[in-house]
C-alpha cells in the first residue's frame, strides 16, 4: 500500500482506564459489587476525614453485610511522604488482601495505588519511581474520590514526597490504572473551599494540558510509553472538562453544599483525569514541583497559578493558538469563532482569581533569585518537559516565570 501522509490518515489514540467507572449522585452504592468481583478480604485505605463522617461506619457495615471482610488503614498524610506507605503495605500483605478500596483526597488514591504495588511487589518505592518500572499487575484497587481535581481514579500514575529527592517523584504505569472508579459527586460536598479551589484548577490545567500536549509518532510495534502525548481518542474528552469546569468551579468554591456545582465539578475532574491519564501533562505541572517544594503549597495551586503563563507563552506556537481559543471556547460553551487566545487567557485568569488562587509568583513567595533553580529543576522532569507543544528552553521557562512573578501577560497585567 502507498504510504500516506499522516494527517491524511488521522491522529491515533490510546485509552488505558479502569474496567468500570460509575459516576453520579448515589452510585457509591454499587460499591460491594464493584469490591466483591475482586475477591473477599478488602483492605479498606480511608482518608483520616472519613473516621469523623458516617461514611465510614456505612461503607464498612454495607460491605461486610455483602460478606466481605474488612481491615481499615487509614495513617494517611496530605501530599504523601514516602516513609508512611511501608507499614500500610505490611498490614495489606500480612493481612492477604484480594483488593484495596480506597476512599478519600488524591493523596489517599495514591497511597493505595502505592500499597498495592510495594504488597505486590515488594519495596524499595524508589525502585519504581519513572515510567514502566512496575514489572506486573498489582492487587486491584477500587478508587473513590471524595475530591474533585487529581483524577487519581483513573490515572496511571501516584506522586509522592521523597525527603531523599529535592522534588515529588511520580510512578507511572499502566498497572497502576485502578480496577474500578467510583465517583460520586456527595462525598465532595464536605471538601473545604482552599480544597475544592486547588484540587478543581487542577482538573482544568489536566484538561488544558491535554489537549494542547505535543504530537509524537508512536512506534506501535515496541511498549508505548505511559503517556503518549496528543491522542484522538481524549481529545472531547477535553473539552468537555472544560466545559463542566467553567461556570461551575466557582460556584462550588462559594457554594460548597450547591449539588449541581459539585455534580459538575466532580465531572470535570474524572474527565480531566481520563483525558491526562492517557496524553500526559506538560509545562504547569514540571513548573509547579520545584514551586511546590521550594514554597510548600498544594499542588493544585500551584498548577493553577501557572495556567494562563503557560497558556499565554503556547499560544504563540503555530497551530497551538487555535487549541487554546478552543478551550476557552469550552470553558463558556461559545463557539470558537468567538474565541481567541487572548480571551482564553484572561478568562482562566479571572477564574482562577475567583476562586482564591493566587495571582503571581510573588505572591506566593518566590524571589527572582529562586527563578534560576525553577528552571532547572522542571527541566529535569524530562517526561513532563517532552509533552510541552513548545521547544521548553531554559530561557523560555524562565520568561514564562519571569511574567508569572510579575503578573504580566501579553495582553494585559494580571496584578
Ligand atoms: N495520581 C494522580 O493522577 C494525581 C493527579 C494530581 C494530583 N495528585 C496528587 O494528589 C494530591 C492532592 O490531592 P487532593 O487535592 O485531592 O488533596 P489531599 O488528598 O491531599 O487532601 C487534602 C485535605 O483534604 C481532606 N479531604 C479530602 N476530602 C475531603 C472531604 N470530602 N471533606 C473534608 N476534607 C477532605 C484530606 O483529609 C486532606 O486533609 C497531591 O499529592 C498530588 O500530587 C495525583
Ligand atoms: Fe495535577
Given at each position: 500500500?502507498?504510504?500516506?501522509?499522516?494527517?491524511?490518515?488521522?491522529?491515533?489514540?490510546?485509552?488505558?482506564?479502569?474496567?468500570?467507572?460509575?459516576?453520579?449522585?448515589?452510585?457509591?452504592?454499587?460499591?460491594?459489587?464493584v469490591?466483591?468481583?475482586h475477591?473477599?478480604?478488602?483492605l479498606a485505605v480511608?482518608?483520616p476525614?472519613?473516621?469523623?463522617?458516617?461514611?465510614?461506619?456505612?461503607?464498612?457495615?454495607?460491605?461486610?453485610s455483602?460478606?466481605?471482610?474488612?481491615?481499615?488503614?487509614?495513617?494517611?498524610?496530605p501530599?504523601?511522604?514516602?516513609?508512611?506507605?511501608?507499614?500500610?503495605?505490611?498490614?495489606a500483605?500480612?493481612y492477604?488482601?484480594?483488593?484495596?478500596?480506597?476512599?478519600?483526597?488524591?493523596?489517599?488514591?495514591?497511597a493505595?495505588?502505592?500499597?498495592?504495588?510495594?504488597?505486590t511487589?515488594?519495596?524499595p518505592l524508589n525502585r519504581?519511581?519513572?515510567?514502566?518500572?512496575?514489572?506486573?499487575?498489582?492487587?486491584?484497587?477500587?478508587?473513590v474520590?471524595t475530591?474533585?481535581?487529581?483524577?487519581?481514579?483513573?490515572?496511571?500514575?501516584?506522586?509522592?514526597?521523597?525527603?531523599?529527592?529535592?522534588?515529588?517523584?511520580?510512578?507511572?504505569?499502566p498497572?497502576?490504572?485502578?480496577?474500578?472508579?467510583?465517583v460520586?459527586?456527595?462525598?465532595t460536598?464536605?471538601?473545604?473551599?482552599?480544597?475544592?479551589?486547588?484540587?478543581?484548577?487542577d482538573?482544568?490545567?489536566?484538561?488544558?494540558?491535554?489537549y494542547?500536549?505535543?504530537?509524537?509518532?508512536?512506534?506501535w510495534?515496541?511498549?508505548?510509553?505511559v503517556?503518549?502525548?496528543?491522542?484522538a481518542?481524549?481529545?472531547?474528552i477535553?473539552l468537555?472538562?472544560?466545559r463542566?469546569?467553567?461556570?461551575?468551579?466557582?460556584v462550588?468554591?462559594?457554594?460548597?453544599?450547591?449539588?449541581r456545582?459539585?455534580?459538575?465539578?466532580?465531572?470535570?475532574?474524572?474527565l480531566?483525569?481520563?483525558?491526562?491519564?492517557?496524553?500526559?501533562?506538560?509545562?504547569?505541572?514540571?513548573l509547579?514541583?520545584?514551586?511546590?517544594?521550594?514554597?510548600?503549597?498544594?499542588?493544585g495551586?500551584?498548577?493553577?497559578?501557572?495556567?494562563?503563563?503557560v497558556?499565554d507563552a503556547?499560544?504563540?506556537e503555530?497551530?497551538?493558538a487555535?487549541?487554546?481559543?478552543?478551550?476557552?471556547?469550552?470553558?463558556?460553551?461559545?463557539?470558537?469563532?468567538?474565541?481567541?487566545p487572548?480571551?482564553?487567557?484572561?478568562?482562566?485568569?479571572?477564574?482562577?482569581?475567583a476562586i482564591?488562587?493566587?495571582?503571581t509568583l510573588a505572591?506566593?513567595?518566590?524571589?527572582?533569585?529562586?527563578?534560576?533553580?525553577i528552571?532547572?529543576?522542571?527541566?529535569?522532569?524530562?517526561?513532563l518537559?517532552?509533552?510541552?507543544?513548545?521547544?521548553?528552553?531554559?530561557?523560555?521557562?524562565?520568561d514564562i516565570?519571569n511574567?508569572?512573578?510579575?503578573?504580566v501577560?501579553?495582553d494585559?497585567?494580571v496584578?
Open positions: 500500500m502507498p504510504e500516506q501522509p499522516r494527517a491524511a490518515l488521522g491522529a491515533t489514540g490510546t485509552l488505558r482506564l479502569p474496567a468500570r467507572v460509575h459516576f453520579g449522585y448515589g452510585v457509591r452504592a454499587q460499591l460491594p459489587e469490591v466483591r468481583v475477591g473477599r478480604r478488602v480511608l482518608d476525614f472519613l473516621t469523623r463522617t458516617p461514611y465510614l461506619p456505612d461503607t464498612v457495615g454495607a460491605l461486610t455483602a460478606g466481605l471482610d474488612v481491615r481499615v488503614y487509614s495513617d494517611i498524610t501530599e504523601l511522604p514516602v516513609d508512611t506507605l511501608d507499614a500500610a503495605a505490611t498490614v500483605r500480612e492477604g488482601a484480594d483488593v484495596i478500596l480506597a476512599i478519600g483526597g488524591g493523596s489517599a488514591l495514591d493505595a495505588k502505592l500499597i498495592a504495588l510495594l504488597s511487589h515488594g519495596g519504581y519511581y519513572g515510567e514502566n518500572l512496575v514489572p506486573g499487575p498489582v492487587v486491584p484497587v477500587v478508587a474520590p475530591t474533585a481535581g487529581t483524577g487519581s481514579e483513573v490515572t496511571p500514575v501516584a506522586v509522592v514526597t521523597d525527603p531523599a529527592r529535592e522534588l515529588k517523584v511520580g510512578v507511572s504505569s498497572f497502576l490504572v485502578p480496577a474500578a472508579a467510583v460520586d459527586p456527595e462525598l460536598l464536605g471538601s473545604p473551599a482552599t480544597v475544592t479551589a486547588y484540587s478543581g484548577i482538573a482544568l490545567v489536566h484538561a488544558a494540558e491535554s494542547t500536549a505535543r504530537e509524537f509518532e508512536l512506534d510495534s515496541a511498549a508505548l510509553p503517556f503518549t502525548g496528543r491522542n481518542l481524549i481529545e472531547p477535553a468537555r472538562a472544560a463542566h469546569l467553567g461556570p461551575w468551579l466557582k462550588a468554591v462559594r457554594e460548597p453544599a450547591n449539588r456545582a459539585r455534580h459538575e465539578v466532580a465531572m470535570g475532574s474524572l480531566g483525569g481520563i483525558a491526562f491519564g492517557s496524553t500526559g501533562t506538560h509545562l504547569c505541572h514540571a509547579q514541583y520545584p514551586i511546590g517544594a521550594l514554597t510548600k503549597t498544594p499542588h495551586l500551584g498548577t493553577g497559578l501557572m495556567l494562563p503563563y497558556l503556547i499560544s504563540a503555530d497551530g497551538i487555535e487549541r487554546v481559543a478552543a478551550i476557552g471556547a469550552a470553558l463558556d460553551g461559545i463557539p470558537v469563532t468567538r474565541s481567541s487572548g480571551r482564553t487567557v484572561a478568562r482562566v485568569a479571572e477564574l482562577i482569581r482564591g488562587v493566587p495571582a505572591e506566593i513567595g518566590v524571589t527572582r533569585e529562586q527563578l534560576p533553580q528552571a532547572d529543576l522542571a527541566l529535569k522532569s524530562a517526561r518537559i517532552a509533552i510541552a507543544p513548545i521547544e521548553p528552553t531554559r530561557e523560555r521557562l524562565l516565570l511574567r508569572a512573578r510579575h503578573g501577560l501579553t494585559r497585567r496584578a
